[in-house]
Nanobody
Framework: QVQLIESGGGVVQAGGSLRLSCVAS????????MGWFRQAPGKEREFVAAITWNGGTYYTDSVKGRFAISRDNPKRTVYLQMQTLKPEDTAVYFC????????????????WGQGTQVTVSS
């Protein structure tokens, strides 16, 4: 059974840091682009960052210079290091495995984790 399991969320003050992890089972991970998305209450799921199998990275403008996505292929794990967090970063963060189409769009992903809550207090 294919699974993506996120961890690392929590409550942090503005300016603080968190590192999210996503561990994949089965064949979900091999060769795939992996992405992080987030969803705030009442809003659509939005793209945060993505990383190719070979380590190419892509970010939404609002997190450039503050977030860093990375992956450890032997460990089937993708990370999202978040620094200088802001209250507007508060959301549930989801890890996804890209299947087809644009990796900037959530519909291009066919596997998702359960999400991990990140709350940034001001």
């Amino acid at each position: 059974q294919v699974q993506l399991i996120e961890s690392g969320g929590g409550v942090v003050q503005a300016g603080g840091s968190l590192r999210l992890s996503c561990v994949a089972s089965g064949r979900t991970f091999n060769g795939r682009i992996m992405g992080w998305f987030r969803q705030a209450p009442g809003k659509e799921r939005e793209f945060v960052a993505a990383i190719t199998w070979n380590g190419g990275t892509y970010y939404t403008d609002s997190v450039k210079g503050r977030f860093a996505i990375s992956r450890d292929n032997p460990k089937r794990t993708v990370y999202l290091q978040m620094q200088t967090l802001k209250p507007e970063d508060t959301a549930v963060y989801f890890c996804g495995a890209h299947a087809s189409g644009s990796f900037y769009r959530s519909r291009g992903y066919d596997h998702w984790g359960q999400g991990t809550q990140v709350t940034v207090s001001s």
